[in-house]
Nanobody
Framework: QVQLVESGGGLVQAGGSLSLSCAAS????????MVWYRQAPGKQREAVAV???????NYADSVKGRFTISRDTNNNMVYLRMNSLKPEDTAVYYC???????????WGQGTQVTVSS
């Protein structure tokens, strides 16, 4: 089973940038959708960015124009570039691989992003 490991989280001031990485232990070719989720304290987990195997991307309204998701299938990596960060972006960010006809959905362990005002 593929495993996902996120990295790149940390503490940043409002207006700053961070880049998150999601490394898969195996091929992500069979997963039609790679998703970055986040969960802030006391809130439900929400999807913030999606990329499909067909190259389609979609974003939550709250991050549109500030976040960019990308997928490197050759190297089994998914990235999330976050610009113009706001305190409300503070959350644990998770990478997920979904939509495989052969495997269950896979989640990473999460990486903390904290944006100070």
């Amino acid at each position: 089973q593929v495993q996902l490991v996120e990295s790149g989280g940390g503490l940043v001031q409002a207006g700053g940038s961070l880049s998150l990485s999601c490394a898969a232990s195996g091929s992500i070719l069979s997963f039609s959708t790679m998703v970055w989720y986040r969960q802030a304290p006391g809130k439900q987990r929400e999807a913030v960015a999606v990329t499909t195997s067909g190259g389609i991307t979609n974003y939550a309204d709250s991050v549109k124009g500030r976040f960019t998701i990308s997928r490197d299938t050759n190297n089994n990596m998914v990235y999330l570039r976050m610009n113009s960060l706001k305190p409300e972006d503070t959350a644990v960010y998770y990478c997920a691989a979904q939509g495989s006809p052969w495997y269950e959905d896979v989640w990473g362990q999460g990486t903390q992003v904290t944006v100070s005002s």
